[in-house]
């Protein structure tokens, strides 16, 4: 994920370069008073799920420049990752970070007291495996938090079905609610909608997206205890995280339905495993799904994780007068493009956003905190969700090798982790290591039951 400064190099290389050197931190577990700031307008942050992608939203948020902000807060189910964590961004925010000791926690029931160090009207950001979100987000709602949280933001029908009653909740409280599909705050991209809605590329008869990179999430077996075992490592497990598919692919089906003006219906798949022999997660390396639009224009979507192949990280759109350019070098720069043919060439340029662009990692928070402060209203709950479901209705086509509707995945009973808001430290993994040392991986063909589908 590309971002100008800290953000012109990934979040991950971010981590890696910044200073390792950190205060030694002892974590407190109980609930402390909330923090009352000096300025009346300080917005405070609490920072749930200190990895790569949480650091990286906590540096975008103290770096928006619209009033005072301060992180006084952050939890993580592992003490190296709070402190490693704050040690980066006490470095780069001196002034903006005060969280001591008492207010680091650690444990499953950390983002509570991390929230509880809030007044109605701050923010949490969660940054955990994408299991955890449903939960996260009730008991910020109920503190009455404004809430910024990372994508994906379901799992499987049963917890959509939870986040969509949350969303009508949080709506409901006023609450501002921000989703990391950043790429809907690209000011490129925002006028290439505008473009596409103009019919500048007539009507959209196809997409297609691409996400094709080196292997990735596999994982090993079990070190100690397994359930945090797959917390620390959930993108190998489907109950953490959807997998690679939900986690990495619902970028690029998000941006290419919003150009589309519409979510798929429909989702036809294949997939299967290659070289995955040394690991024992429970993704593909490779996908290949067909979404079907209302209107019956389809999104053909790659995926694959195999080093050594041709690697592209991009999404066109194909139109009966011309096609655009959506995405191309990853999420930013996207240089988006519109053009009079289909060959992508100088000679059929019509438009170029100008560049450089602006971060669009910056810009969601930057139109996050403006709807807090100026009180407008911003809610993007629902379309995280739906987003999130129809990344799984991809997926679980390509798993249990069935076309899956809109409707069945949002209606399936299934639920990868139906008690994850009970687990503890003691409790066992929601999904367990075989006999033979592996854990369950789908079988299309095999497991077909839309029921109880895919692993």
């Known amino acids: ?16 370069k910044s200073s390792r050197a950190a205060a030694a931190s002892a974590l407190a577990f109980s609930t402390i008073p909330a923090v009352h700031a000096a300025e009346d307008n300080t917005i405070q942050l609490a920072l749930i799920g200190c990895g790569g992608r949480g650091t990286g939203a906590a540096v975008d948020a ?11 807060a952050m939890a993580d189910v592992f003490e190296d990752r709070v402190r490693n964590s704050y040690g980066q961004l006490k470095q780069r925010f001196e002034r903006q970070v005060d969280v001591p000791e008492d207010r680091r926690f650690v444990g499953l029931d950390a983002y509570k007291h991390a929230m509880d160090c809030l007044r109605p009207g701050d923010v949490a950001i969660f940054a955990s495996p994408p299991a955890f979100r449903w939960v996260h987000f009730k008991y910020a709602i109920a503190k009455g938090l404004h809430v910024f949280m990372e994508k994906p933001v379901t799992v499987d029908g049963p917890t959509t079905r939870k986040m969509l ?78 997998g690679v598919f939900s986690d990495y692919y619902i970028h690029q089906i998000d941006e290419c339905s919003w150009m589309k003006g519409a979510w798929p219906i429909s989702a036809h798949a294949t997939g299967g495993r290659h070289y995955r022999e040394t690991g024992i997660d ?36 194909h139109g009966t007068k011309g096609a655009a350019i959506i995405s191309t070098s990853a999420h930013t ?4 493009r519109t053009f009079k043919g289909h060959h992508f060439s100088k000679e059929e340029l019509i438009w170029a956003y100008p560049q450089p662009e602006q971060s669009p990692y910056q810009l ?9 402060r100026q009180d407008k209203p911003y809610n993007e709950t629902e379309r995280g969700a739906i987003a999130s479901l129809v990344t799984s209705m ?6 249990t090798g069935r076309i899956i509707t809109y409707d069945e995945m949002l209606n399936c009973p299934h639920e990868f982790a139906p008690n994850v808001d009970q687990l503890t430290a003691d409790s066992p993994a929601p999904v367990r290591l075989k006999p033979d040392g592996t854990y369950p991986v789908p079988t299309p063909g095999i497991v077909t039951d839309r029921e109880y589908p895919e692993a």
Not at 172 to 198: D, F
Request: charged fraction near 25%.
């Open 394 to 399: 991809g997926r679980m086509a390509a798993h």
């Open 1 to 16: 994920m590309l971002q100008k400064d800290v953000r012109s190099q990934t979040r991950r290389e971010f981590l890696k």
């Open 282 to 317: 429970q993704n593909f390396d490779n996908y290949a799904v067909e979404y079907t639009y209302p209107d019956g224009t389809k999104l053909f979507f790659v995926g694959r994780n195999m080093s050594g192949c041709h690697n592209e990280f991009a999404s066109y759109a």
């Open 165 to 242: 009653e949350l969303a009508k909740e949080s709506v409901a409280k006023n609450l501002k609610v921000g989703v990391g599909l950043m790429v809907r705050h690209c000011r490129g991209r925002q006028e290439l909608h505008e473009r596409i809605r103009s019919g500048e590329i007539g009507d959209i008869i196809c997409l297609r997206a691409y996400r094709m990179a080196g292997t990735s999430a596999v994982c090993g077996k079990p070190e100690g205890n397994e359930l945090l075992f797959q917390i620390r490592r959930f993108h190998s497990f489907l109950w953490a995280s959807g």
């Open 364 to 372: 969601e928070w930057d139109d996050l905190i403006d709807a807090i």
């Open 62 to 72: 103290i770096s928006v420049k619209n009033g005072p902000i301060k992180l006084v």
């Open 333 to 336: 720069p996207g240089r988006v």
